[in-house]
């Protein structure tokens, strides 16, 4: 079995657009790579994307107001996915919030796809009429910081299904 080598930042040249309804077949790996595993801990299986409290992120994509997303493509491949689903779940704050989503592919971390994801679907969300987006992210997830840098302030605070303390988090959106 052969090892995967990282890429360096040099390789890294992704292109950032609008999700397109060809993307959704994807969002089933991005939804699992979005699960926040703490240091030292041991992955979920990924049947756990089939709990009803997480597969309500991606179940029937494109069909409910909110759907909308950006997508990472390099090399014809897409590394990174941002959506966003008006459903009642962990960030849900009102029915006119879509909820966001996000998640990188592990070898295509820390390159500053995730940013260039959120910045474009936050133009798409704005285009549609949107004026605010929210998520839910564990307290001691590092990607609160993330979060922060990119305008979201905290909202208030939720137990997740599995006892977990998350911030919830809503960002405006502006004209």
């Known amino acids: 079995m052969s090892m995967k080598k990282a890429p360096t930042s040099l390789e890294v040249n992704a292109k950032v657009r609008a999700m397109r309804e060809s993307d ?6 991005f939804l699992y790579q979005a699960i926040y595993v703490p240091k ?8 756990v994307i089939n709990d009803p409290e997480i597969f309500v992120y991606i179940k029937d994509f494109g069909t409910l107001p ?3 997303g950006a997508v990472a493509v390099q090399n014809g491949q897409v590394v990174g996915a941002a959506w966003t689903r008006i459903i009642p ?33 936050f133009i798409v969300l704005r285009e549609n009429g949107y004026k605010q987006t929210s998520l839910s992210v564990q307290k001691d997830n ?17 137990f997740d299904h599995a006892g977990h303390e ?9 004209p």
């Open 142 to 158: 590092p990607a609160v910081r993330f979060y922060q840098r990119l305008g979201y302030e905290m909202s208030g605070e939720r």
């Open 89 to 121: 779940a962990y960030g849900h704050v009102d029915s006119v919030t879509p909820e966001l989503a996000i998640s990188v592919l592990p070898e295509f971390r820390n390159y500053g796809i995730g940013s260039k994801m959120m910045k474009k679907l």
């Open 40 to 47: 030292d801990a041991k992955p979920p299986p990924r049947s």
């Open 66 to 68: 909110g759907d909308l």
């Open 166 to 174: 998350d911030y919830l988090m809503v960002k405006e959106l502006g």
């Open 24 to 29: 959704y077949e994807c969002l089933s790996e």
